[in-house]
Nanobody, 126 residues
């Protein structure tokens, strides 16, 4: 059974940075796509970024481009989300997700993902 464990969330001032980690275990992820989503209070969960484990191709939500960077460390089976220039609107619970298969289609749809972590809270103060 796949397990995804997020860490690295916390409280940061506007303009600051955080790096989230997602430790993946329980199966071989080499043919998976890993994604980050977030859910702010009272809002639907939204796509942030995704990376294909093999090859490292990435996709970003338009509003995150230039501020957020997704990456992976194959040796550690860990995916990262580097978040810079954080804004109060970035406050949300951030979730890591894994999708079986290497397709890059429909990466922004949460229904396409097979496994989810429990989430980590990110709070950006003004």
């Amino acid at each position: 059974q796949a397990q995804l464990v997020e860490s690295g969330g916390g409280l940061v001032q506007a303009g600051g940075s955080l790096r989230l980690s997602c430790a993946a275990s329980g199966r071989t992820f080499s043919r998976h796509v890993m994604g980050w989503f977030r859910q702010a209070p009272g809002k639907e969960r939204e796509f942030v970024a995704a990376i294909r484990w093999s090859g490292g191709s990435t996709r970003y939500a338009d509003s995150m481009k230039g501020r957020f960077t997704i990456s992976r460390d194959n040796a550690k089976n860990t995916v990262y989300l580097q978040m810079n220039s954080l804004k109060p609107d970035d406050t949300a619970v951030y979730y890591c997700a894994a999708r079986v298969g290497a397709s890059l289609a429909y990466l922004d749809l949460e229904g396409e993902y097979d496994y989810w972590g429990q989430g980590t809270q990110v709070t950006v103060s003004s």
